[in-house]
């Protein structure tokens, strides 16, 4: 069974950093994409970062220049830097990835950012 674990939501001020880790665990053969998301109250889950097995990324463009996505693949392993967080950044995150030739989800970490 695989399993994604996301860790370091919590609250930040308006300007301030967090960085969210999202790992898998389990009997993993193969990882391609790996991927952000973002779901705030009242709205659609939506696209905020993605890797590739290649380590190449893609960026949404509300949260270019602050956000970065980065990967361990040794560690199974996936990062999100976020930087100059802005109150419309508050939202649950999740990790979704494609393992072993399925999608799998985290349960999400929330994160708050205050003005």
């Known amino acids: 069974q695989v399993q994604l674990v996301e860790s370091g939501g919590g609250l930040v001020q308006a300007g301030g950093s967090l960085r969210l880790s999202c790992a898998a665990s389990g009997s993993i053969l193969s990882i391609n994409s790996m991927g952000w998301y973002r779901q705030a109250p009242g709205k659609q889950r939506e696209l905020v970062a993605v890797t590739q097995s290649d380590s190449s990324t893609n960026i949404a463009h509300s949260v270019k220049g602050r956000f970065t996505v980065s990967r361990d693949n040794a560690k199974h392993t996936m990062y999100l830097q976020m930087d100059v967080l802005k109150p419309e950044d508050t939202a649950v995150y999740y990790c979704?990835?494609?393992?072993?030739?399925?999608?799998?989800w985290g349960q999400g970490t929330q994160v708050t950012v205050s003005s």
């Open positions: 979704g990835a494609y393992i072993n030739w399925r999608n799998y």
